[in-house]
């Protein structure tokens, strides 16, 4: 095994039963009592405490055990795999209580995981190393409450144990920001650890763009490779899905998807097939992007932008996952003729620009050859915002091919609003190759994850590689230490953390304002 595939343990801002994984630990107890949070992941919870099968469960015997799928949730292809992990029925007095019981997690995660169908990214293949995912779990109650600092020092540390003995990567995923704040600051405090499967120079390049984040300064510019992450279709595998619900004949199929039509002419002629058979063509393509969760290339890009980010996808996966990580988005449909606000309009707020549209509203998707010939409007919107709002902020590209024609545009209108310069944009490829230097870097930085040639093979550790850097870039865009005030967070902190805590407090008291860190 590679360092590259080493396992590894991701922090995600957002809600557990939102994100695209192989398995998700559903905490609950002896009496296999769930939370209302986790009934639609769970929709037998009530009749759990019958089970036969989890009589190792109930006398604690086992702290985990793995559901088989549930009829509701027949169809969901990426349905992850879900493990009841037991909580401590009473209270307890030390974090450490917890340490066996997310080791059984893993354990059971990855042994089901096995003999179930892995997460399938939008190529096709499954995931390089399978994700599996846990919330801070007994945290609230029976003593976890004032020591969650302590709780969440020992999870990093369990779950990055575990990950190594399951060959499994880990997500913790954390809806409070103080939680969110701490476990990224323990992370960066522990740096050789956290990202020993991400090679140094790409850690680099994650620091030095994490300052323009916590400047406010970094704008994502989001393509299909982010939603792909989710399972999301690929152009190809996009027209192919549209072709077989009209039963398009296989040569005709052939001759669409490997002939010499261009993509947008393609998109054409599948749009006038769907007008022959009175079908929805954009309600279609707005059903095959969606997916019910977000991946994790989604999840940690919403944790790093702050209040500007654009993207050319259809899905609502991003604005989904900013919501998850409290940082909910208006979304400005670029589809929709007028819909784009003004740039003055957009300076103070949360925003995401979706340029071809989005599928909540399938009228406004951009796919076809007249829908591009009607875009210039739009485009000259782009530009007008990327000039007023865009000069002193860094976009940083991400999920494009750079033979990508929408990226070569979108490049052109940026460089026509701010001229030349490397340090103005940062395009994330996937892998290396010497012809993009000389092609594009007098006009942006371009950082290949892996250091080797584009092959089918790599391209799950690729994607893979992606995501392990958007996680480094998360936890360093994070400087919030909002969590030093909060007495549940005490149990724990250094004698230092809790002297800078003291200061804060006499500041407090003696100014009349609260403390609170923007990021």
């Given at each position: ?56 469960f109930r006398d604690q ?79 609230r109650g029976g003593g ?269 209108d940026v460089k026509r ?103």
């Amino acid at each position: 095994m590679t360092s590259n595939d080493a396992p590894h343990v991701f922090v995600v801002h957002g809600d557990l039963t939102q994100l695209a994984c192989d398995a998700i630990m559903i905490p609950t107890d002896a009496r296999l009592r769930v939370e209302e949070h986790w009934h639609g992941v769970v929709p037998e919870h009530a009749a759990l405490a019958a089970r036969p099968e989890l009589a190792a469960f109930r006398d604690q015997t086992t702290y985990a055990h793995a559901l088989p799928p549930h009829p509701l949730h027949e169809g969901d292809d990426h349905a992850p795999v879900r493990v009841l992990t037991a909580v401590p029925l009473h209270g307890y007095q030390s974090a450490d209580v917890l340490r066996p019981r997310i080791r059984a997690f893993v354990e059971e995660a990855a042994r089901a995981i096995a003999g179930h169908r892995e997460f399938v990214i939008g190529t096709g293949q499954p995931r390089a190393v399978p994700l599996v995912a846990m919330p801070l779990f007994s945290s609230r109650g029976g003593g976890g409450s004032m020591r969650r600092t302590s709780i969440i020092d020992m999870v990093l540390d369990e779950a990055r144990i575990a990950a190594r003995a399951n060959g499994v990567d880990v997500a913790l995923v954390v809806r409070e920001d103080p939680d969110a704040a701490l476990a990224q600051q323990r992370r960066r405090s522990a740096a050789g650890d956290s990202w020993s499967a991400v090679e140094p120079r790409l850690v680099e390049v994650a620091r030095h763009l994490a300052r323009y984040a916590l400047a406010n300064r970094i704008v994502p510019f989001m393509g299909a490779g982010v939603s792909m992450s989710a399972g999301a279709p690929g152009w190809r595998e996009l027209l192919g899905k549209l072709a077989d619900a009209i039963d398009l004949d296989a040569g005709t199929c052939d001759a669409l998807l490997h002939g010499k039509l261009g993509e947008l002419d393609q998109a054409t002629y599948l749009e006038r097939r769907y007008a022959d058979t009175e079908r929805d063509f954009r309600g279609e393509v707005s059903r095959l992007v969606e997916r019910p969760r977000y991946g994790l290339a989604p999840a940690l890009l919403a944790a790093t932008a702050d209040e500007q980010a654009i993207t050319l996808n259809y899905d609502t996966l991003f604005e989904r996952a900013s919501t998850a990580a409290r940082r909910p988005r208006r979304v400005l449909a670029g589809g929709s003729r007028g819909d784009l606000t003004s740039p003055a309009d957009t300076v103070s707020e949360r925003w995401l620009l979706k340029l071809h549209g989005s599928a909540d509203e399938p009228s406004t998707i951009v796919l076809t050859r007249d829908d591009y010939l009607g875009f210039a409007a739009d485009r000259s919107a782009l530009s007008a915002i990327v000039k007023a709002n865009l000069l002193t902020r860094h976009l940083l590209f991400v999920g494009f091919g750079l033979a990508d024609d929408h990226f070569h545009e979108i490049l052109h209108d940026v460089k026509r609003a701010v001229g030349t310069s490397s340090t103005a944009a940062t395009a994330l490829t996937l892998f290396d190759d010497p012809l993009n230097a000389a092609l594009w870097g007098d006009s942006l930085t371009i950082v290949p994850m892996l250091t080797e040639p584009a092959s089918p093979d790599a391209l799950p550790r690729a994607a893979r590689t992606l995501e392990l850097f958007l996680d480094a870039l998360a936890a360093y865009s994070v400087d919030s230490e909002s969590y030093l005030l909060r007495d549940e967070y005490a149990d724990g902190l250094s004698d230092s953390e809790l002297a800078v805590r003291d200061l804060l407090r006499e500041l407090m008291r003696t100014t009349g304002h609260s403390y609170e860190r923007k990021r």
